[in-house]
């Protein structure tokens, strides 16, 4: 059974930062593409960062120079660095999963952050 467990979110001030971690288990991590989403309230979920099993990495442009994605193969996790953060990324944000053995792929629970004075 997947699971894709995140943590890390909270409220921060505008400018602040945060990191974003989603442990998996379950899958083959090594073998699989991670990524990160996030769905503010009345709008679609997107694409915010994602990494490749090999390494490569794709960053949404509204938050290009801001956020990081790297990834822990011995510790099963994908992390998230945010950084000076505005209140428009205030969201939920979703871990995802998707490559050998996770064809369809898999979803976290989400972890909300909140950008705000």
């Known amino acids: 059974q997947v699971q894709l467990v995140e943590s890390g979110g909270g409220l921060v001030q505008p400018g602040g930062s945060l990191t974003l971690s989603c442990v998996a288990s379950?899958?083959?991590?090594?073998?699989?593409?991670m990524g990160w989403y996030r769905q503010a309230p009345g709008k679609q979920r997107e694409l915010v960062a994602a990494?490749?099993?090999?390494?490569?990495?794709n960053t949404a442009d509204p938050v290009k120079g801001r956020f990081t994605i790297s990834r822990d193969t011995r510790k099963n996790t994908v992390y998230l660095q945010m950084n000076s953060l505005k209140p428009e990324d205030t969201a939920v944000y979703y871990c995802?999963?998707?490559?050998?053995?996770?064809?369809?792929?898999?979803w976290g629970q989400g972890t909300q952050v909140t950008v705000s004075s």
């Open positions: 995802n999963a998707r490559g050998v053995g996770n064809d369809r792929g898999s």
């Open positions: 990494i490749t099993r090999t390494g490569n990495t």
């Open positions: 379950g899958i083959i991590f090594a073998l699989n593409d």
